[in-house]
């Protein structure tokens, strides 16, 4: 029942004096229904110029063929892998959030689940233009699927990680599609029930003729725990089986059962990362605070810092066993991760993933925005450098050290990669100016019970414990969203 | 005779709307539906709606997609082309598991949703049936069918009696068409 009042201590997910369900549409809508502002556009501007690099590296790269990029005999998998594998990943988080915090009935999920799920979506589209590019002929990218053809009949191999991949990441993406889509038509009603002329055309085709009956919100929630059921395990098998990809193969360091927890594992932690560096600039940027507050931060940088821990594990245990194998190729792969040329790609993985992370232990730094913010783009730096170091330097001396070699990017690669980011902050961007980047009809479902202002009255209700009413004034003290003095 | 057909009752927060429908239950007036701009918990059963069944549908597409591809990939590689891999088995169970797992989702997903738009007659483009603007927004609304439910005033004022902030007497069913 929306009139549950929930305990005291537990800090609000809704900051601000006067919220009304009113002022949440107008607070989310803000961007939408007006103009953009300057920074807007100057984020739009670098954004689509890096998409424009993007759209030309990629033509680029399908004129002049796959020669274009720095591969070679030995190095046949770089950059776009890489890449891949590091988009795959950051997409994680957004279904974490939007899936499992739904099923573990974490209300504070409410205002950052859309953002997160429509950035999983561009992080997908990202990772899935590299598996286009990186196939050289990319009008046969219909190869991989079991399609009658005149080859003698010859079917796609299903015992293969590559089409187990093919699999789970279409699937992915179209589930998260889905779920994302039908999680907005509440929110698209409510643009159109607000607008006029052609924005409200666009908007009634868009929401699908919701109105809001008591029928139509029973289904709804009930199609969106099932999908959030289904989507738990999925986004744990996609990272699963990307990490086949690599683990079923006989490659030193790529050859280890622990990959797929290890991949999962990584890969939600580079998604809060991402998630955290788009919020903490979206929440200023479009006055936000008092939805995504500090709560909302420090809760994602305690799972930053459990994952990060996880990965840390996942590390010390691969070296125990490269030793405790005793294969001697296997030891040298790890030991040339520290001593071999690419020592400072070794060295961004586990600095930036293992030793930067272990910061967030302090409350200080989890509450601190700007270190918080700069933490998340460490965390997505040294996470594409751990796949670096998995794809690049796994390959680069194996076993036959006639074949050893250097990889070296050509402009192409760079190019492609830095055009991926421009393209994917290209569709966020266009994203929170069309669209609720707030779900607005989940935050006005815990209006009541989890606001500042319902605890304010039960404070002055009088009915509650002294003690939790410090603890909780204490816990306020962090919020930058929140005037302290109103409590003394 | 008015010309009233349909009677609104606006709340502007979800426990003056239960409450609200427990008045009007209890003064038997008979409800034609309620909007609201969230899911209201409880209010299913309040008005004697069944549980969703989509969960059924979702079980069945659900099997279908899984026994799809799995029958899929034993007529490809094991009744069609079985291949010799290093004289490996061709019916290889556990490799299926994988693909036999994606599908069994991805049915599920677009099956049960597509039967949840189906029923609920969602589709892009449709007209929406909007009694008023303000449901998807900030306010909480009980319909009445103002045909045989007489007299107006009397629901007008139970209604404001259990705290509607506002009480409508609308000539048209839908203020959303044109």
Redesign the interface.
Known sequence: ???HSESIIREPLITGKDI???QI?NDVLRPVENMPGKAWWIGFSVASLGACLWVFAVSYTFWYGIGSWGLNKTIGWAWDITGFVWWVGIGHAGTLISAILLLFRQNWRNSINRSAEAMTIFAVICAATYVVSHMGRPWLAYWPL?LPNQF????????S?L??DV??IS?YF??SL??WY?GL??DL??I???ATGIRRKIY????????????????????CL??AG??T??VL?VHT?VSMDFATSLEPGWHTTIFPPYFVAGAIFSGFAMVQTLLLVTRKVLGLENYITMFHIEAMNKIILLTGSIVGVAYLTEFFIAYYSAGEYEQYTFLNRFIGPYWWAGCMMYGCNVLMTQLMWFKKIRTNIPISWVLSIVVNIGMWFERFVIIVVSLHRDFVPSSWAMFYPTWVDMSVFVGSIGLFFTMFLLFIRVLPSIA???V??IL?SSSEQAKLKLIKGGHVEQEEVQFYKESLTSFDSVDINDYK | MSKTKYILGLF????EL?HGIDTLQKNSVPIY????????????RK?G?KD?R??YA?FLF?CLGGTT?FS??YY??VH??P?D?GGKPAF?IP??V??T???T??F???G??LT??F?????????????D??????RFVIAIDAKGNIPHEDITNLLKEAGAVEVKHNDRKYV?YE
């Open positions: 029942m929306a009139s009304t369900y009113a549409t079991p003698g009949s010859l079917w796609v191999n299903f015992n990680p089409v187990w699999f789970a699937t179209s589930v889905v779920f039908t038509l509440p009603a409510t159109r029930d607000r009634s085709v868009a929401s699908f003729g919701w109105t809001g009956s008591v029928k139509t919100w029973q289904r709804f929630e009930t199609v099932i999908l289904i989507s395990p999925l098998s089986i607005m009809a989940e006005k479902l009541k | 502007a927060d979800p426990d239960m539906d309620v909007y609201t701009p969230m899911p209201i918990h409880g209010i299913e008005l709606i969703s989509l969960g979702a659900g591809i899929m990939a490809m590689l069609d082309w291949m891999i290889a490799d299926f994988p693909i797992f994606e599908w989702v991805l599920t997903a677009f049960m949703t949840f738009f029923a609920t007659h969602l589709f892009p483009g449709r007209t929406p049936r909007v009694m603007l303000r449901a998807t927004d900030d959303s």
